[in-house]
């Protein structure tokens, strides 16, 4: 099974900061890779699908780059809204496999 | 407007069984292949099982396989879940996904809890 590693764990961020949270594949999934974004109490919501194509009515402040083993999810300025766990997805290989999350905290 | 509503969870022993329903609306199910993913508690997300279009194809977690048992009725826009054989690391809140293509979901439901004890 693909193992997929998010860094950081945790954040503790300002309003208006740039974020990045980073994901790390075990194996190459090409672009096979999409971000969720879940709220407490929430179910998730997709953000980005195949690595760097914005989902319908996601803010344009969020974008996600990379191929192959690495990628990235930004987060240009960011809002009090924006403060959730982030899980990368890949569906390049059964079975898929989520992150363990970004969760995302307002200093 | 799509709507995926999650019905049949609750608490059960080790060993019990239950069913989850998955009531589709706002789409046509039959054109989607679709989805059981599960989160426990404080945890990230887990993959549970999937199923193609037609009903012909279907994957299980390794976790889940032999126990749970996906399946699909077009006609009546649901999706189940056949959970056997239930342990106490089942317990998770298990939401109905719908793949819009190469596997990314696009819409989840509000999830049901499963909650597996003695």
């Known amino acids: 099974e693909i193992v997929l590693t998010q860094s950081p764990d945790f954040q503790s961020v300002t309003p208006k900061e740039t974020v990045t949270i980073t994901c790390r594949a075990s194996q190459s999934i090409v672009t096979a890779l999409h971000w969720y974004q879940q709220k407490p109490g929430q179910s998730p919501k997709v953000l980005i699908k195949?690595?760097?194509q914005s989902a319908p009515g996601v803010p344009s402040r969020f974008s996600g780059s990379g191929s192959g083993t690495d990628f990235t999810l930004t987060i240009n300025s960011l809002e009090a809204e924006d403060v959730a766990a982030y899980y990368c997805?890949?569906?390049?290989?059964?079975?898929?496999?989520f992150g363990q999350g970004t969760k995302l905290e307002i200093k | 407007e799509v709507q995926l509503l999650e019905s049949g969870g609750g608490s059960v022993q080790p060993g019990g069984s239950l069913r989850l329903s998955c009531a589709a609306s706002g789409f046509t199910l039959k054109n989607y292949a679709m989805n059981w993913v599960r989160q426990a508690p404080g945890r990230g997300p887990e993959w549970v099982s999937g199923i193609s279009v037609s009903g012909d194809n279907r994957n299980y977690a390794d976790s889940v396989k032999g126990r749970f048992t996906i399946s699909r009725d077009n006609s009546n826009n649901t999706l189940y879940l056949q959970m056997n054989s239930l342990r106490v690391e089942d317990t998770a809140i298990y939401y109905c996904?719908?793949?819009?293509?190469?596997?990314?979901?696009?819409?989840w439901g509000q999830g049901t809890l499963v909650t597996v004890s003695s």
């Open positions: 996904t719908k793949d819009y293509s190469s596997g990314w979901f696009d819409y």
């Open positions: 997805h890949q569906s390049s290989t059964l079975p898929y496999t």
């Open positions: 195949h690595a760097s």
